[in-house]
């Protein structure tokens, strides 16, 4: 297997002139930042990817265990003060830009996608503390979570209420002055763990009557009432220990208003969604990465002039190879492009629709080039050895975690387009990234033409799929031809132009 390489010139280059982020943009200090990342992600977090992914978390007397080495590679993320990177100055933060966090979180997570999962929970529920919470929750624990001496996590699905969040049943009763909390939680990632001295649950439980208007927000400290009773065997993401809680008359307090939990906890949750988008554009990043590595090097075959030539010699392969790295600086460019909408704050109908086609596009391309790189490969990728099947593996889940795709979609095809305008900003973008370009023009005039008509259908949801599908392309598109204005600018010029054409050339023969 190929040692993991981060991807800083990609990244760079697309935070800096595709999401064009010159209002919160020094090219020095973002430089130097992922630069320092990236040689600490290659050296501490990498080689602990496979070990991990052998040897998994374990439950051991009640308490998890992350794998060998994990918790001195978290004692050098947290003295290189990694975890507060984007907290703010005043609680002992960083501060640095969401774009500069973004290229880290993508490199975290393909140099160790596991450990990534327990630690980058920290900015989401930083802003949901700022967000929501008083003072003084603001004045404990956000220290604790910029220094890394406590992590956090995200505590929604239960048993019989996966999506259905209106099915909760865990219940919070006041007690005196506080709250206590009973009742059980699934699919809790690092719901416990032996990293950090401390854990900060952010518990969506219900305080009031039925349906989402009883749920509310609570933080509630690691401490013997909540207690591990399993960790999930699962597919990949074996180092990442997915919890089942019980909560038995367990201290919380209450974030923000009763009966506004859903409001609150959205805002850890689409934080949560683009990084899980850019979790995405990481595998299919570095499937790239090994398959083009691996192709290279392979000895398959002769050429046309009778002469041994590599994998990558053969033009079937090249196009798989092609298509993986144009999944991955699409899916990216796309992520920041919705990233730097959202830190501006003059759409947000927009922003909701971006990150629900971020976290499909993000999702399907690290699935789709994992995939690919199995294929690439042939039978040596479906073995252990080259590690692709990892990465498959472990991109597998970013089509299910933080609101399955298919959720994703139907979100877009109702609320996208009945709220606000959502849909005519969206449009409005899309000229704004293509400038002037009359197909991306037309099409977007198609676009609002097909909204139009799910507006006052009757049932727009089966037409969630499609629809989803034809803004993506839409979407693409307009990145790509963004891409191509800049392209110039790229340290391999030739090869992103040559993308850039493939993409954008309706005819694929030509």
């Known amino acids: 297997m190929t040692p993991f390489k981060a991807p800083l010139e990609d990244i760079l280059f697309s935070l800096r002139l595709v999401a064009q982020a010159d209002e919160e943009w020094d090219e020095t200090t973002a430089t130097d930042i992922l630069g320092h990342f990236s040689a600490f992600a290659e050296n501490a977090l990498a080689p602990l990817n496979a070990t991990g992914d052998r040897e998994g978390a374990q439950l051991i007397d009640g308490r998890v265990q992350m794998p060998k080495g994990f918790k001195e590679a978290y004692k050098q993320l947290i003295e290189d ?7 703010p100055e005043e609680f002992g933060g960083a501060g640095v830009s969401r774009l500069i966090a973004a290229g880290v979180s993508e490199i975290f997570s393909g140099a160790n996608h596991a450990m990534q999962m327990v630690c980058n929970l920290v900015p989401g529920a930083i802003t949901t503390l700022r ?21 956090s996590t995200m505590c929604l699905t239960e048993p019989a209420a996966g999506s259905d969040l209106s099915a909760i049943k865990c219940r919070a009763e006041q007690a005196g002055e506080s709250w206590v909390i009973n009742g059980e939680k699934i699919f809790i990632s690092g719901g416990d763990q032996n990293l950090s001295k401390d854990i900060l649950h952010l518990v969506l439980a219900r305080s009031g009557g039925p349906g989402i208007k009883g749920l509310s927000l609570f933080l509630c400290p690691a401490q013997p009432e909540v207690t591990i ?5 699962k597919l990949g993401l074996h180092a990442s220990p997915t919890c089942q809680m019980l909560f038995s008359d367990a201290g919380a307090e209450l974030v923000g208003e009763e009966g506004a939990g859903l409001l609150a906890m959205f805002k850890l949750m689409n934080h949560a969604r683009i990084d899980v988008a850019l979790q995405g554009v990481a595998h299919a990043s570095n499937a790239a990465y090994q398959s083009y590595h691996y192709a290279c090097d392979r000895k398959q075959g002769r050429g046309p002039d009778g002469q041994t030539a590599r994998l990558s010699d053969h033009a079937d392969v090249q196009r798989m190879l092609d298509e993986q790295k144009i ?25 909701e629709i971006l990150t629900s086609l971020c976290k499909v596009t993000g999702s ?41 795709n298919g959720i994703h979609e139907r979100t877009i ?13 969206f449009a409005d973008l899309m000229n704004e990234l293509a400038d002037g370009d009359s197909i991306i023009k037309e099409g977007t005039d198609r676009w609002l033409g097909v909204v139009q008509q799910l507006r006052s259908a009757k049932d727009p949801t089966s037409q969630a799929h499609n629809f989803c599908n034809l ?9 790509w031809v963004r891409i191509a204005a800049v392209a110039d600018h790229h340290p391999d010029t030739d090869e992103l132009k040559r993308f850039c054409k493939s993409v954008l050339t309706p005819d694929k023969l030509s």
């Open 364 to 404: 399907e391309a690290g699935i789709r080039a994992a995939d690919l790189g199995i294929q690439i490969m042939g039978g040596y990728g479906y073995l252990t050895e080259y590690g692709v099947d990892q990465i498959w593996r472990d991109a597998r889940i970013t089509a299910i975690y933080e609101g399955a």
């Open 327 to 351: 999944l991955a600086i699409g899916a990216r460019a796309m992520c920041h492009i919705a990233l730097k909408e959202s830190m501006k704050g003059q759409r947000p109908a927009l922003v």
């Open 229 to 233: 009773t399993r960790i999930e065997s």
């Open 413 to 425: 095809v109702t609320r996208g387009l009945q709220s606000g305008t959502g849909a005519e900003d």
């Open 471 to 479: 803004t993506r392309e839409l979407f693409q598109q307009a990145t």
């Open 131 to 151: 967000l929501f919470g008083t003072a003084e929750q603001q004045a404990r624990w956000i220290p604790k979570l910029a220094s890394g001496e406590c992590l």
């Open 81 to 87: 003060g990694w975890q507060g990177l984007s907290a």
